[in-house]
């Protein structure tokens, strides 16, 4: 079939302890994918955050179509990680300007509710440009949360470790407890003798 319009989505921030997880969704021309290939588009997580930053400014500067929605730790603990990153993901293809014909989404789980034709890569985040960005963008808003969180929150450290399971993180949790930012269904974030 000869798609017209082909998004790509991806999330970022399932594995944290705390602070949001943020999925994205982008439409890229063949221009765009080619400019953005030249400047080493991959897996966000194999890049240094400079990259993605430099990365991430290019795309906005080229006009790159993309939409991205966040999900709180509440809504996290109220569903879990999993359906919390569905949702990002179908509500950001769903704010997009233009209606995808086709979407395509990293990992393996379709995404429920999305009324677009969808097809699920496994590491799609390293082999479709479209995934790519959208790694990018969902990986630096994130990252940009998690540094206000830190603002209002310094004594977590957030700007450090973006709200990941780092050993200073845990011991942080241990000695204080967690914020009000905290996903308090995840492991290790509230201690058992707490409960």
């Known amino acids: 079939m000869n798609y017209q319009v082909i998004a790509g989505t991806d999330e970022a921030g399932r594995g944290p302890l705390a602070g949001p997880v943020v999925a994205s969704a982008v439409i890229l021309t063949r221009e765009q ?20 930053d430099k990365l991430f400014e290019t795309i906005c500067r080229i006009g790159v179509v993309w939409r991205a929605q966040a999900a709180t ?16 993901m179908r509500r950001s293809v769903e704010q997009l300007p233009v209606w995808p014909d086709l979407t395509l989404v990293d990992g393996n789980r379709r ?6 034709e969808q097809k699920c890569i496994v590491k799609g ?24 969180l830190d603002k209002i929150y310094p004594e977590y450290g ?12 845990r011991e942080i949790l241990k000695q204080i407890g967690p914020s009000p930012v905290h996903r308090l269904s995840f492991k290790g974030v509230v201690l058992q003798n707490e409960l």
């Open 33 to 52: 994918r080619n400019i953005l290939i030249a400047e080493g588009l991959r897996d966000s997580k194999k890049m240094t955050e400079k990259t993605r």
């Open 125 to 148: 985040d390293d082999k479709v440009p479209a995934i790519s960005a959208a790694s990018v963008v969902a990986k630096v808003l994130r990252d940009r949360v998690m540094l206000e």
């Open 111 to 116: 995404i429920p509710g999305l009324m677009s």
């Open 73 to 88: 730790p509440y809504r996290i603990d109220r569903t879990n990680i999993l359906a919390a990153s569905l949702w990002c």
């Open 158 to 169: 957030f700007a450090g470790h973006k709200g990941y399971p780092s050993a200073m993180h």
